[in-house]
């Protein structure tokens, strides 16, 4: 082994040892005793901004407490029927796994009739049975969430109106989720039905927060927390949540456009080497074809596509923006 060996493996091995330090040294214990004294001096100051501050910390903090289970945390199973029951479809956990492997199967069989390589035609029925359904359910709960996005603040506004007629918040709710079409109206009356049975307002709406995972969601119901803990006019604090919330389309839109010029751009160089792949297999089938007999092709042709895979997700990492 010689010099630039040995520094290529200290190296390697000084990267890993500073990744294992940094994953279990824990919270530095100078600013774990910073943030307390922080506390402690919001929560004795004389200043009416700092108390408030201390407040709304504590009605933040008391919306989940120490036993909060985050839903979908509990394995994989429990994951997959929560997405199942974002996409608003009536699918179960059977019926989709039943859908990949039958996906897959397919594929994987009428690959191996069309070229008789079985490796090939294992890898790409499995790769096809896995990430089909994957992308079908996610572009279903994408819709979901922007129809909710969408009609989530004039739901907002509908509960401003009946808070300032008079009624009560739990009339409001019960109004929304009978006035409000879609999602939006649907996760309301799911929010009233567990208020009929029993359970408090700020657990019905956690409970479909963390069902959810919608950020605007999540915005109002620590707003109701919040008043909650100090008072105030419900309805003037909820219409400037509605006044965020869209802005903040607004502004989603506005980087929507900026960013499409670059998003086309990542569209067109990504699909290249399959246009290029199908119109020489059109072409050329003989030429193409060795990929699906040869081993060693196959593994340079599954190595290759890996390696776009990362350049795909690179370029839309790079193109997507969170607000």
């Not at 069989?109 to 079908?136: S, W």
């Not at 409970?207 to 006019?233: H, K, M, P, V």
């Not at 040869?294 to 776009?308: F, H, N």
């Amino acid at each position: 082994m010689n010099f630039l060996q040995l520094i290529t493996v200290a190296a390697g091995l000084s990267g890993v040892l500073l990744l294992l330090w940094a994953a279990f040294s824990g919270p530095s214990p100078d600013k774990e005793s910073t943030r307390r004294l922080k506390s402690v001096r919001l929560r004795h100051s004389a200043d009416g901004k700092d108390r408030l501050e201390a407040q709304m910390r504590r009605a933040v903090a008391a919306r989940k407490p120490k036993g909060h289970h985050i839903a979908g945390s509990g394995s994989r199973t429990e994951a997959l029927a929560l997405r199942l029951d974002r996409s608003g479809k009536k699918w179960t956990i059977k019926q989709y796994l039943y859908g990949s492997v039958g996906l897959g199967g397919a594929i994987a069989l009428l690959l191996f009739l069309k070229t008789g390589a079985l490796f090939l035609a294992l890898a790409f029925g499995a790769f096809v049975g896995a990430g089909l359904p994957h992308m079908v359910l996610n572009f279903f709960v994408k819709k979901r969430t922007n129809a909710f996005t969408i009609k989530f603040a004039d739901a907002i506004d509908l509960l401003v109106r009946g808070l300032r007629s008079g009624l009560p918040v739990s009339e409001t709710l019960t109004i929304v989720s009978q006035e409000v079409p879609g999602p939006v109206g649907e996760e309301f009356k799911l929010v009233t039905d567990r208020m009929k049975v029993g359970k408090t307002m700020e657990d019905a709406l956690q409970e479909t927060a963390d069902r959810l995972g919608i950020s605007e969601f999540n915005f109002f119901c620590i707003t109701l927390a919040i008043q909650r803990e100090t008072g105030g006019n419900l309805a003037e604090t909820l219409a400037n949540l509605s006044d965020v919330l869209r802005k903040r389309a607004q502004m989603k839109l506005k980087i929507r456009a900026m960013s499409s010029e670059s998003k086309a751009s990542a569209y067109i160089v990504g699909s290249l080497p399959f246009i290029v792949t199908i119109m020489i297999y059109w072409v050329n089938p003989k030429y193409i074809g060795e990929f699906m007999v040869d081993e060693r092709l196959m593994v340079a042709g599954m190595g290759g596509a890996i390696w776009m895979g990362i350049g795909a997700f690179i370029m839309a990492k790079m193109v997507s923006f969170e607000i």
